[in-house]
């Protein structure tokens, strides 16, 4: 019984022991807060004084200025005076580069441009040209074959422009002589009336030709002299039809420019022959040039 007894008190110690226990943690614990309070009480306490010249200093920090005392890298020759300090220098804005492309309205492009408008005109002129040269080219040849003279005169547009080849035996003029026979006036006064029609008003030269056998007399020393008196016969008939005289000229080139062989008589019967040329304002290109 005794034994019991005890157990119970001892029990009863125990119990009220354990029952206290908790008020030992809990004085940890608001020991614990309170220093924690005091931390934060002490950490909210700030010298306004000294955040502000932190505030200061971060911001001059990351203001991209140098320090005074330094020297900038990328300019040379800095000086120590206020005006030049460090401090008061201004870092510009990165640009993008961009490559500098030369407008279409330059001056290398408005002469790349007129030249080429220039030849584009000289084009335009040529080909006009070479039009009229064929309407003057059908109007003679259908002359030329409604009065039987297809043999005996021929057109050709060339690189110097429209060129009538008008050969002399039986047409022009008789053998070794420079006087026009009545027959050729028909086929003059056609091509006067053409050379009157070109409106472009082209000038005309009147070039004569021989064979290559000599000729020797009073009136003519050699080919020279007659075919120049035959190209300038025909010039001045020319003039007589009203053709003006500022249009037309005229040369003798002997035997020196044969369109066939003299070694035979039809030979030389072709190169004997007066050509009149309506000479091109604007030549054409020189071919391979």
């Known amino acids: 019984m005794a034994r019991g007894s005890r ?18 943690t809990y004085s940890d614990m608001i020991t614990l807060l309170l220093a924690l309070f005091v931390v934060l009480f002490s950490i909210s306490s ?8 932190l ?23 800095a000086d120590s005076t206020a005006k030049n300090s460090p401090n008061n220098t201004v870092i510009p804005a990165i640009v993008p580069l961009t490559p500098t492309v030369p407008k279409p309205t330059d001056k290398g492009a ?47 547009i060339q690189q110097r422009g429209l060129v009538v080849t008008v050969l002399t035996d039986k047409l022009l003029f008789a053998s070794g002589q420079d006087t026009l026979d009545p027959a050729s006036y028909p ?34 020393p050699n080919n020279w002299w007659l075919s120049s008196g035959r190209a300038n016969v025909v010039l001045q008939y020319l003039l007589s039809r009203g053709v003006a005289a500022s249009r037309l000229m005229s040369a003798g080139y002997g ?11 039809q030979g030389q019967a072709k190169n004997r022959r007066v050509e009149i040329v309506f000479n091109r304002k604007y030549p054409l290109p020189t071919p391979g040039a």
């Open 187 to 220: 086929l003059l006064n056609e091509i006067a009336t053409l050379i009157n029609l070109d409106t472009a008003q082209h000038p005309v030269s009147i070039e004569g030709y021989t064979d290559n056998v000599p000729i020797s007399n009073s009136q003519f």
């Open 255 to 265: 035997d020196q420019h044969p369109i066939a062989s003299n070694a035979t008589p």
């Open 110 to 156: 408005s002469a790349n441009q007129a030249q080429i408008n220039a030849l584009l005109k000289e084009a335009q002129n040529s080909s006009q040209e070479t039009s009229q040269f064929m309407a003057l080219q059908q109007r003679l040849n259908a002359y030329a074959k409604a009065h039987g003279w297809s043999n005996q005169v021929k057109t050709q």
């Open 46 to 53: 700030v010298n306004v004084s000294k955040f502000v010249s």
């Open 7 to 24: 157990r119970r008190g001892g029990g009863d110690g125990g119990e009220h022991e354990s029952g206290e226990r908790w008020l030992l």
């Open 55 to 77: 505030q200061q200093s971060l911001k001059a920090a990351f203001s991209g200025s140098i320090l005074n005392g330094g020297s900038s890298i990328l300019s040379a020759g």
